[in-house]
């Protein structure tokens, strides 16, 4: 069970007997941090006596998993368990060391009060959410491998930056591309080059497989696509989506992208609120990039056409802008729903397409 289909970054599962390795592994490596207030069990005795005291009606266990690999990342019990009209529990949980501090837990917790108000009667505390098929997730991987490569590089490309400014060399963070580092090494301490000639090395490396990984995607895109959605954008937008035919109506696009704006009401008081970024973070922002290039690329665009004398007035203010951008972005979204599933032609939207 997860959050939602886009953003949630764990899951939610019993634990089982297969669980046995891994679970006591990430325990005996948690035991400096859990101490002394959390116990787990560290040997497959300790651990047989855990599962079979989670297996009774009085108490549930639930591992807290990365939804990206499935690793652990905590646990959340439920103990003395009292049902009928005096309802009480006690709730526990513990993070492993190596998934510690990074907010897992929190979003672990919120899954377990979502599904305990789901089971009191509550169907709009969680949401129904599509699992994509063996292909879908395969290319969705291929495409999201490329974009940590690329988060990688700028990982590494900063660390250097920030050794260097340590010992008062400012650089961009293209410094170690070859040109720049000819002129740069010349100036810099012998050690000093040895430490970054290890990082970029890495760099080396990570570069030729990103640059691998965004030809791969750019060239599966079709030859017909609109003008101004280059082939690694379009690539990125249909694995992120999947299947177009998942969605019923515009208002399922909008939401999954999570580009509609809130509202606070209360009474016959009520108030716009910013964007929601609930949905598919990736999927959004792809469209907003997208939305900027039309801007250059489809002038015919009717869609352009209606938030152009915002976005060119000089006039506009920045939050203007902003608000045009995005109504382009969620309103591309749903154009691109209703030309993929055949609602619509590419003429009708004022589109010029590359053949």
């Given at each position: 069970m997860t959050q939602n289909d886009g953003d949630a970054r764990v899951r939610l599962r019993p634990l089982v007997p297969d669980d046995q390795d891994e679970f006591i592994a990430q325990a005996r490596a948690s035991m400096g941090l859990h101490h002394p207030w959390y116990t787990m069990p560290t040997t497959p005795e300790a651990f047989q006596t855990y599962l079979a005291k989670y297996s009774q009606p009085t108490a549930e266990g639930w591992l807290v998993c990365l939804r990206d690999g499935g690793a652990l990342a905590g646990m959340i019990t439920i103990d003395s368990i009292v049902r009928g009209r005096f309802q009480s529990a006690t709730l526990s949980y513990a993070a492993f060391a190596p998934a510690a501090?990074?907010?897992?837990?929190?979003?672990?917790?919120?899954?377990?009060?979502?599904?305990?108000?789901?089971?009191?009667?509550?169907?709009?505390?969680?949401?129904?959410?599509?699992?994509?098929?063996?292909?879908?997730?395969?290319?969705?991987?291929?495409?999201?491998?490329?974009?940590?490569?690329?988060?990688?590089?700028?990982?590494?490309?900063?660390?250097?930056?920030?050794?260097?400014?340590?010992?008062?060399?400012?650089?961009?963070?293209?410094?170690?591309?070859?040109?720049?580092?000819?002129?740069?090494?010349?100036?810099?301490?012998?050690?000093?080059?040895?430490?970054?000639?290890?990082?970029?090395?890495?760099?080396?490396?990570?570069?030729?497989?990103?640059?691998?990984?965004?030809?791969?995607?750019?060239?599966?895109?079709?030859?017909?696509?609109?003008?101004?959605?280059?082939?690694?954008?379009?690539?990125?937008?249909?694995?992120?989506?999947?299947?177009?035919?998942?969605?019923?109506?515009?208002?399922?696009?909008?939401?999954?992208?999570?580009?509609?704006?809130?509202?606070?009401?209360?009474?016959?008081?009520?108030?716009?609120?910013?964007?929601?970024k609930h949905g598919n973070a990736r999927l959004r922002t792809a469209l907003v990039e997208m939305a900027w290039r039309l801007m250059l690329w489809q002038p015919e665009c009717k869609l352009v056409k209606k938030w152009a004398p915002v976005l060119t007035s000089g006039r506009a203010t920045q939050a203007a802008r902003k608000k045009a951008i995005i109504a382009i972005a969620r309103q591309m979204a749903v154009d691109l729903w209703r030309w993929r599933t055949g609602r619509v032609q590419p003429e009708q939207l004022g589109w010029t397409m590359l053949a």
């Amino acid at each position: 069970m997860t959050q939602n289909d886009g953003d949630a970054r764990v899951r939610l599962r019993p634990l089982v007997p297969d669980d046995q390795d891994e679970f006591i592994a990430q325990a005996r490596a948690s035991m400096g941090l859990h101490h002394p207030w959390y116990t787990m069990p560290t040997t497959p005795e300790a651990f047989q006596t855990y599962l079979a005291k989670y297996s009774q009606p009085t108490a549930e266990g639930w591992l807290v998993c990365l939804r990206d690999g499935g690793a652990l990342a905590g646990m959340i019990t439920i103990d003395s368990i009292v049902r009928g009209r005096f309802q009480s529990a006690t709730l526990s949980y513990a993070a492993f060391a190596p998934a510690a501090g990074r907010g897992y837990m929190s979003e672990g917790l919120a899954l377990v009060l979502r599904l305990d108000r789901y089971v009191a009667g509550n169907p709009k505390a969680l949401a129904t959410v599509r699992v994509p098929s063996e292909a879908e997730e395969q290319k969705r991987i291929e495409s999201r491998q490329r974009e940590q490569l690329k988060r990688e590089v700028q990982r590494v490309a900063a660390q250097g930056r920030s050794l260097l400014l340590s010992q008062g060399h400012r650089e961009k963070n293209r410094w170690w591309q070859e040109k720049r580092w000819e002129d740069l090494q010349p100036r810099l301490p012998a050690w000093l080059a040895t430490r970054l000639e290890t990082f970029r090395r890495v760099l080396a490396t990570l570069t030729v497989e990103l640059a691998a990984a965004t030809q791969a995607l750019s060239a599966a895109a079709p030859a017909v696509r609109p003008k101004g959605v280059g082939g690694l954008t379009y690539e990125t937008l249909e694995r992120e989506v999947g299947d177009w035919q998942r969605f019923d109506n515009r208002r399922q696009v909008g939401s999954y992208t999570g580009l509609c704006g809130g509202v606070s009401a209360s009474g016959n008081s009520r108030h716009q609120l910013s964007i929601t970024k609930h949905g598919n973070a990736r999927l959004r922002t792809a469209l907003v990039e997208m939305a900027w290039r039309l801007m250059l690329w489809q002038p015919e665009c009717k869609l352009v056409k209606k938030w152009a004398p915002v976005l060119t007035s000089g006039r506009a203010t920045q939050a203007a802008r902003k608000k045009a951008i995005i109504a382009i972005a969620r309103q591309m979204a749903v154009d691109l729903w209703r030309w993929r599933t055949g609602r619509v032609q590419p003429e009708q939207l004022g589109w010029t397409m590359l053949a």
